[in-house]
């Protein structure tokens, strides 16, 4: 067996080495690429977002940003939109949350013992 050569290049290392073809090697044709087709959406989701265009969901998304810096400078951070259609108009409402109060305990005091 012959020494190894150190501090060699790749190209050095390789020189004079051939690869057996395989199967995996042989084949020299490009690879087939199917069209992929785009995954169609719910219909729900269609349905629910079809009238909504880019340019309605920048304009309604400018107004709920106003809408919460209003609220905001009133103190109100907690709160819910509620949508309601009234003939040709869609009304977004904004109704603070109903803030979820501890219930009082009934006549019942702590005692305080050995303290003045």
Known sequence: MAKIQK???DS???KGWH?????E???DDKPVRLSVKPAKQ????????AYFTPEL???VGKA???LKLNLYKQGIVDYQIKVSCQGNQVMLTAV????KTKPEPSGNRPVQRGGK
């Open 57 to 59: 969901q920048e304009s």
């Open 42 to 49: 719910d219909s729900a989701a269609d349905i629910n977002s």
């Open 19 to 23: 690869e057996q073809p395989t199967f």
């Open 96 to 99: 603070p949350a109903k803030a």
């Open 64 to 66: 709920l940003l106003e």
């Open 12 to 14: 050095d290392m390789f």
């Open 7 to 9: 501090n060699l290049s």
């Open 25 to 27: 090697t042989e084949i």
